[in-house]
Structure formats: structure tokens, C-alpha cells
């Protein structure tokens, strides 16, 4: 496959969806980006990395960071994580797979929310559970997990992205996740609420605050694509080592698939047909297992909160190569 030939011919499939939708501005510092951006990179599932456009450009993960919260909490969970991984971790000596790695189930679940990203309505009458631990209340429950697990979860989670992007500058955007806290009363009320039915384990202003600091690390489509990487690899890293098994990396390219693209996870997967995280910040992030890692990025968001050039690319990708999961 001549990866950037068909990068190029995606691109300019893409150019007249650039610009459309709206930049997110609920958060007033991503307000700030240009409509006019794109970007696309592949990552190999051998190392070699390829990209078009604004590829290399930073821009803020948001809800991406979810996808990789969760990898780092499942891996946590059994101690295979490349880190130190010395901070006590409950089930560290479970093996990979084992019951340690479905704790994180107990507490939130694995179906489709149907309801908008930072929605409420559903944690009343499901007992403080989320749907999903792609939508906000779910990604919270993942980030106190990990604060549990790690001791800090936010700076936990830039290390692991920086070794799994091999990119050593990656940071917190502080600008981005000042206005987010700023802006914040969404998340501290689904915090609040999990906490009332004794979901959280740690308080929420921690878990907040750790919250919007892994939405705020600024990465670009090359290091995204390449950190992802493990999740076409069937949960091994670039170096060979493996960070999640088989089955758990099956599970979270599952849950991208079904729960990825908020309540348009069913029309992506119509559309695109891979497992797939999208952010605010108009990034999305597509695996297709075996072969190699995908991510996308411009900042015009449809009324869902998919970048509409992205879901373009991505339609436009698999139905060029023939790659979709189906
Ligand atoms: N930090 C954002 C929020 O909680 C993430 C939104 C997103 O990308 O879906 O509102």
C-alpha cells in the first residue's frame, strides 16, 4: 500500500469539508484554532509513519485522551505497564487479562450512551454507573481509577504518552485546562453525582483537575497515530513489549467502535467502519487492527462533535483501501 498516495488523494477528497462545522468554544481557549486546519497521519503497525497537511501541528487531544486513559488503567491493572508501575496498584501480580484488568467494569459499563458526551440524565436512574467510559461521567470514573492506581493520574498520563508517541516534548496545555475548570460545572456536577453513589474513590476536585489536564496535552496526528499504535497491535508497544493482552486490547478497540464518536457512533461506523475516539478539539484517532493506526485532526466539529473533514478523510480512507473492520 502506497500509504501517502492514498494520504494525498484523502486530503484533497477532504479539502472542501475544511472549514465547515463549528470550532467547540464551550471551552473558551479552543476557541482560539483555526477552522482551516487539517491534518492526517498512519502509523504502520511496523514503525513507519506517513502524513499529509498539518500533521505535525499540536492540537488539544480532549476526549481522545479518554481511549488511552483507559489503556493505561487496564494495564495498570496488571502491572505490565512500561512505567514504574510501583505505586501500589491494587491486583498488581493478577495476571494480564485476569480479574484485576474487569475491576474498572464494575464501575462503569460498555454500552452506547444514546445521550450527548457530558449528559446527566442517565446516572440517577443507573445508580452513579456510566454507560461507557468514553462519555465524561465514564472517562471520570476511569481518571479516579488511575489517580488510585498511579498517584497522579494526569502526569502518569503524559509519560505513557510520551513513551508511546516517542515524542519527549509532549505537555499540558495549562491555558486550555484553566478555561476548561473555568468552564467546568458540567463535569464537578457529574463528578458530584458518581461520588453520591459512592463511585469515586478519590475526591472530585482531584479527579476534575486531573480530568482537565489529560484533555489539555497538546499532541499532533503523527503522535497520535504512532502512541496508538499498541491498539493495532493487538496491545503490544512499538518496542515489542506488550502493555495490554490480546483480549484487552480487542475490548477497547470494541468500546471505540460501539461508543468512540459520541451519539454518532452508529453513522461512523455506517460510515468509516473502524473503532475510533474523537475530541472537541476536532481530532480522531481510527485503528485498523493488523495494519497500522490513523488520526486525523481539523477543528470544524458537526452538531455532534465530530470534525467534519476528519469524518470525511476517514469515509473517504477506508472506502479507498477497503480497510474497514466489516
Ligand atoms: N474536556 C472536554 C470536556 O469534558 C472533553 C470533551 C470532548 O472532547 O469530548 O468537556
Redesign the pocket.
Known sequence: MDYQAVLEEVAAHARPYVGQGQV?D??PALERVSADRFGIAVADIHGAVYGVGDWEVPF???????AFSLALVMAQSHGSQGGDGNHGAPGGNRAPGGPGTDDIWKRVGREPSGTP??SLVQLEAENGIPRNPFI?AG?LVVTDRLQTLTGDASTSMLHFLREESGNPDLAFDQAVADS?AEH?D??AALAHFMASFGNLENPVPSVIQH??WQ??IEMSCRDLAVAGGFLARHGLRADGSRLLDAREAKRINAVMLTCGT?DAAGEFAYRVGLPAK????GGIIAVIPGRCTLCVWSPGLDAR?NSVAGAAALDHFTTLTGWSVF
Do not use: D, L
Open positions: 467547540a464551550y471551552i488539544s487531544v480532549q476526549s481522545i485522551s479518554k458526551f457530558n465524561n472517562a476548561e467546568g458540567r463535569n480530568y482537565f484533555c489539555s459520541y474523537s475530541g472537541v478539539g462533535g
